[in-house]
């Protein structure tokens, strides 16, 4: 018993210099392992304290001991705490109060310091020399700061107006987008540039607008092309002269679907051939149904473009067949396709008629 008393006094002793409260719990504790303070206790209390009851005790007073040591240590960190703050803001309040001292003092000589500097436009060195002091409680100095952001601010926008100008010379005359975005900034900078800021903004959308109409076109022509709407040419040589021939020919923009036996969907092929033995030709050719044309020769309408409708005679080929016609007078009709953006033929169809076929003649290629 004797040796627990002694460990808890140490604990008592070592806690009461930093709580007087943890030392006198630990205190407490020890008591109970006193034999003359337990033979007190039965004698005064006439109650018996076991060696069960001695641990409780202890094991109460050492959880109170923790408590309420932690609670004075946290309570003696708050307080350095507090006095550290205090001490730094009166720290703070000594500088502050150092700094606006020395610039009562010495503040004609700050300004002059600072106005030496905006002279030689070291804008960024009269700024952090002003900032040193901007919290000085100086108007003076506050009031040279602001203005020297507006001299700063300034410069800068006429730096920016000359490098502007200066890359006007390097953009093309017709890239009317970079003139606009150009103009745009000088605008922001010098109102007198607004009208030509709106001057080729509108030249901008009006070109983007063109070459987005001429992608479509450029799409549309090569989708015709595909589908042999647009002309395509050929080259091959005659068996008999070994001489080349040449061969342009485009399918109508329509279609036309004749009855049985002649049903199903097709369009005319409008074709300029030039042959080393025969000339140069221009026929008209289905791949089902009969153009009616006879012994005699027969006539097509033809209509270039928007000029008035021509009678042109044709006739079949040698073989006789039905679904080819020849246009006389090659050499004419060409001179028109060369001119003409639309050709239109219209022609007599056995039980079915006539019927007349568009051609986009543009870009004919043909000498």
């Given at each position: 018993?004797?040796?627990?008393?002694?460990?808890?006094?140490?604990?008592?002793?070592?806690?009461?210099?930093?709580?007087?409260?943890?030392?006198?719990?630990?205190?407490?504790?020890?008591?109970?392992?006193?034999?003359?303070?337990?033979?007190?206790?039965?004698?005064?209390?006439?109650?018996?304290?076991?060696?069960?009851?001695?641990?409780?005790?202890?094991?109460?007073?050492?959880?109170?001991?923790?408590?309420?040591?932690?609670?004075?240590?946290?309570?003696?960190?708050?307080?350095?705490?507090?006095?550290?703050?205090?001490?730094?803001?009166?720290?703070?309040?000594?500088?502050?109060?150092?700094?606006?001292?020395?610039?009562?003092?010495?503040?004609?000589?700050?300004?002059?310091?600072?106005?030496?500097?905006?002279?030689?436009?070291?804008?960024?060195?009269?700024?952090?020399?002003?900032?040193?002091?901007?919290?000085?409680?100086?108007?003076?100095?506050?009031?040279?700061?602001?203005?020297?952001?507006?001299?700063?601010?300034?410069?800068?926008?006429?730096?920016?107006?000359?490098?502007?100008?200066?890359?006007?010379?390097?953009?093309?005359?017709?890239?009317?987008?970079?003139?606009?975005?150009?103009?745009?900034?000088?605008?922001?900078?010098?109102?007198t540039y607004e009208a030509n800021a709106d001057k080729f903004s509108r030249l901008?959308?009006?070109?983007?607008?063109?070459?987005?109409?001429?992608?479509?076109?450029?799409?549309?022509?090569?989708?015709?092309?595909?589908?042999?709407?647009?002309?395509?040419?050929?080259?091959?040589?005659?068996?008999?002269?070994?001489?080349?021939?040449?061969?342009?020919?485009?399918?109508?923009?329509?279609?036309?679907?004749?009855?049985?036996?002649?049903?199903?969907?097709?369009?005319?092929?409008?074709?300029?051939?030039?042959?080393?033995?025969?000339?140069t030709s221009v026929y008209v050719a289905i791949e089902k149904g009969q153009f009616?044309?006879?012994?005699?020769?027969?006539?097509?309408?033809?209509?270039?473009?928007?000029?008035?409708?021509?009678?042109?005679?044709?006739?079949?080929?040698?073989?006789?067949?039905?679904?080819?016609?020849?246009?006389?007078?090659?050499?004419?009709?060409?001179?028109?396709?060369?001119?003409?953006?639309?050709?239109?033929?219209?022609?007599?169809?056995?039980?079915?008629?006539?019927?007349?076929?568009?051609?986009?003649?543009?870009?004919?290629?043909?000498?």
């Open positions: 018993m004797w040796l627990l008393f002694a460990v808890f006094l140490i604990f008592a002793l070592g806690a009461i210099f930093t709580s007087f409260q943890s030392g006198l719990i630990m205190l407490l504790a020890a008591g109970m392992f006193v034999p003359k303070i337990n033979r007190l206790i039965k004698d005064k209390t006439n109650i018996t304290i076991t060696p069960g009851g001695r641990a409780v005790v202890a094991l109460v007073c050492f959880g109170l001991f923790f408590y309420t040591s932690n609670k004075a240590l946290d309570a003696d960190r708050a307080e350095r705490s507090a006095q550290q703050a205090l001490a730094s803001q009166k720290k703070v309040e000594q500088a502050l109060k150092e700094k606006r001292d020395y610039v009562s003092a010495n503040k004609d000589a700050i300004l002059a310091e600072m106005n030496v500097l905006t002279d030689k436009q070291d804008y960024a060195g009269a700024t952090a020399l002003g900032s040193k002091y901007s919290d000085a409680g100086s108007f003076e100095i506050d009031q040279a700061l602001s203005k020297i952001a507006g001299q700063k601010a300034e410069l800068e926008k006429q730096q920016k107006k000359s490098t502007l100008l200066a890359s006007i010379a390097s953009i093309q005359q017709g890239d009317y987008k970079s003139l606009a975005g150009t103009y745009a900034q000088l605008a922001a900078i010098d109102q901008a959308t009006q070109q983007t607008r063109e070459a987005e109409a001429r992608e479509r076109a450029a799409a549309e022509k090569a989708l015709r092309r595909s589908m042999g709407l647009t002309w395509n040419y050929s080259d091959g040589e005659d068996n008999m002269s070994g001489k080349p021939v040449r061969r342009a020919y485009v399918s109508s923009l329509n279609t036309v679907d004749f009855k049985f036996p002649y049903s199903g969907v097709q369009r005319a092929t409008l074709t300029i051939r030039k042959h080393p033995r025969w000339g009616v044309c006879g012994y005699d020769d027969c006539d097509v309408r033809v209509r270039f473009s928007k000029g008035n409708a021509l009678r042109m005679s044709a006739s079949e080929p040698d073989d006789h067949s039905s679904n080819l016609l020849f246009i006389s007078s090659a050499s004419s009709f060409v001179a028109q396709a060369r001119k003409s953006e639309k050709i239109y033929i219209e022609a007599d169809f056995y039980q079915e008629g006539s019927r007349v076929f568009e051609f986009d003649s543009s870009d004919l290629e043909w000498k």
